[in-house]
């Protein structure tokens, strides 16, 4: 909404809202501000509303049965509010790649939710069974696939790039949509898993959306995308603002998140935040360079898928419990300990994937 306003108004200061840096700086504190008047009213409420909170895992680390229990969750609609709110006043409403990520986002965040509440009004921590999630998380991802795939140019729809090869494209057709639909669904679920600890998935996640804003503010000039060799992706420049929105209202979040944590994201945020870093990696045809930037999300779901598939072949655990950071926790690890590495490695990982825009 705020980019118009170079046109309702005489030019001169006004033309500052034409430009993604600017509008980008001010969706990010919008969503801080967001987060900080409305992260306490909604952990009050929260809490009021579902009592006992989320249920803990009883086969899961005992420390976490005593210290988490009553911590209520759905905290990711605090995310989700501050993401909404600050895109609309900022970006530009009639770029269809906002309206994609926008969209795979809050779908996925609906998922999550419903998982959620059936965990609390039930106190169960099964939630919403697994096929469905994953059925209606596919379908979600190929409509996003399919949308893609009209929105960019003939040279681009279907074709998967590689990083550091420059010119290389591998034209999928329509097969470009079940890849699509693995790329986000794993994304979303890689970061569900890895949300098991107070602050261990939202920093991660706001250190690969930093990079992803970085990588679609360049695919989406000209100028960027000749220098550094990579393939232009017109309008993907806009997600920079959507990003912006996502680490402010996850700082927000994290406020209330830090140990001890407040509140949990819960499903509603984990799911919605996957969700929308596979979109967007899909859109700025970045998808492979999103499994270096979010390695720790793929070693935590790999941590599960290896362990599920050893334990039903084997009778036997390969780690003493998954996923891999309740290993390290068996381990004797603190949990900050734990957090603040895997932090660590995150943005590690993060500057090994921007340093593939320039190795070509």
Same mark, same amino acid.
Do not use: C
């Given at each position: 909404?705020?980019?118009?306003?170079?046109?309702?108004?005489? %030019? *001169?200061?006004?033309?500052?809202?034409?430009?993604?840096?600017?509008?980008?700086?001010?969706?990010?504190?919008?969503?801080?501000?967001?987060?900080?008047?409305?992260?306490?009213?909604?952990?009050?409420?929260?809490?009021?509303?579902?009592?006992?909170?989320?249920?803990?895992?009883?086969?899961?680390?005992?420390?976490?049965?005593?210290?988490?229990?009553?911590?209520?969750?759905?905290?990711?609609?605090?995310?989700?509010? !501050?993401?909404?709110?600050?895109?609309?006043?900022?970006?530009?409403?009639?770029? *269809?790649?906002?309206?994609?990520?926008?969209?795979?986002? =809050?779908?996925?965040?609906?998922?999550?939710?419903?998982?959620?509440?059936?965990?609390?009004?039930?106190?169960?921590?099964? *939630?919403?069974?697994?096929? #469905?999630?994953?059925?209606?998380?596919?379908?979600? %991802?190929?409509?996003? @696939? =399919?949308?893609?795939?009209?929105?960019?140019?003939?040279?681009?729809?279907?074709?998967?790039?590689?990083?550091?090869?420059?010119?290389?494209?591998?034209?999928?057709?329509?097969?470009? /949509?079940?890849?699509?639909? #693995?790329?986000?669904?794993?994304?979303?679920?890689?970061?569900?898993?890895?949300?098991?600890?107070?602050?261990?998935?939202?920093?991660?996640?706001?250190?690969?959306?930093?990079?992803?804003? /970085?990588?679609? =503010?360049?695919?989406?000039?000209?100028?960027?995308?000749?220098?550094?060799?990579?393939?232009?992706?017109?309008?993907? @420049?806009?997600?920079? +603002?959507?990003?912006?929105?996502?680490?402010?209202?996850?700082?927000?979040?994290?406020?209330?998140? !830090?140990?001890?944590?407040? +509140?949990?994201? &819960?499903?509603?945020?984990?799911?919605?935040? &996957?969700?929308?870093?596979?979109?967007?990696?899909? !859109?700025?045809?970045?998808?492979?360079?999103?499994? #270096?930037?979010?390695?720790?999300?793929?070693?935590?779901?790999?941590?599960?898928?290896?362990?599920?598939?050893?334990?039903?072949?084997?009778?036997?655990? /390969?780690?003493?419990?998954?996923?891999?950071?309740?290993?390290?926790?068996?381990?004797?690890?603190?949990?900050?300990?734990?957090?603040?590495?895997?932090?660590? #490695?995150?943005?590690?990982?993060?500057? /090994? &994937?921007?340093?593939?825009?320039?190795?070509?």
């Amino acid at each position: 909404m705020f980019y118009m306003f170079p046109q309702w108004f005489d %030019a *001169g200061f006004w033309n500052l809202f034409q430009y993604i840096t600017f509008r980008s700086g001010g969706a990010f504190f919008t969503a801080l501000i967001f987060g900080f008047m409305f992260g306490q009213p909604l952990i009050n409420l929260l809490r009021s509303k579902q009592g006992k909170g989320q249920p803990i895992r009883e086969d899961g680390p005992e420390s976490h049965i005593l210290e988490k229990a009553g911590t209520p969750t759905m905290g990711g609609v605090l995310i989700l509010g !501050a993401i909404l709110v600050s895109t609309l006043l900022w970006a530009r409403l009639d770029n *269809g790649y906002v309206w994609l990520v926008l969209f795979v986002t =809050y779908s996925f965040g609906l998922i999550g939710f419903w998982d959620d509440y059936l965990k609390v009004s039930k106190q169960n921590h099964k *939630g919403v069974s697994g096929k #469905i999630r994953l059925g209606l998380g596919f379908i979600i %991802a190929a409509i996003a @696939g =399919y949308w893609v795939m009209q929105m960019q140019s003939p040279d681009l729809s279907g074709q998967l790039a590689f990083p550091i090869f420059k010119e290389s494209l591998l034209n999928l057709g329509y097969f470009f /949509i079940p890849f699509v639909m #693995i790329v986000i669904v794993g994304s979303a679920n890689a970061v569900n898993f890895t949300d098991g600890l107070d602050g261990l998935a939202v920093m991660p996640v706001m250190i690969a959306a930093g990079s992803f804003g /970085i990588i679609a =503010y360049l695919v989406g000039r000209t100028d960027f995308t000749e220098y550094l060799g990579l393939h232009y992706v017109a309008g993907t @420049g806009e997600l920079t +603002v959507f990003v912006a929105a996502l680490i402010g209202g996850g700082l927000g979040f994290l406020w209330y998140n !830090a140990p001890p944590a407040a +509140v949990f994201m &819960g499903d509603t945020g984990s799911l919605a935040l &996957g969700g929308a870093l596979g979109a967007i990696a899909v !859109a700025t045809k970045h998808e492979i360079v999103l499994s #270096i930037i979010g390695g720790l999300f793929v070693v935590e779901l790999l941590s599960v898928v290896i362990q599920v598939l050893y334990y039903k072949k084997t009778g036997k655990r /390969i780690f003493l419990m998954a996923p891999i950071h309740h290993h390290f926790e068996k381990l004797g690890w603190g949990e900050s300990q734990i957090v603040i590495r895997f932090w660590i #490695i995150s943005l590690i990982l993060a500057l /090994i &994937g921007l340093a593939t825009l320039k190795l070509r």
